[in-house]
C-alpha cells in the first residue's frame, strides 16, 4: 500500500497538481510523474500477487 500511495503522491508532484511541500524537487518535473506512476503500478501489482497467492 505504501508503493501506491508514495506513486502516486509523486506523479502528483511531478504533475503540478500536488505542490506539496513548497520547496521539493520533484515539483513540475514529468520524469517524477513517470517515475511515480511506474511505482504505483508496482506497488498494486504486487498487492494483486499477495492477495491472489493468500486465496490459494
Do not use: H
Not at 506539496?20 to 515539483?27: D, H, I, Q, R
Not at 517515475?35 to 499477495?50: D, H, K, P, S, Y
Amino acid at each position: 500500500m505504501f508503493l501506491v500511495v508514495s506513486g502516486i503522491i509523486w506523479a502528483l508532484q511531478g504533475s503540478g497538481l500536488l505542490n506539496w511541500p513548497a520547496g521539493s524537487f520533484m515539483l513540475g518535473e514529468q520524469d517524477w510523474t513517470a517515475r511515480g506512476l511506474a511505482t504505483a503500478a508496482a506497488g498494486a501489482v504486487l498487492l494483486l500477487l499477495v492477495n491472489y497467492r493468500s486465496r490459494r
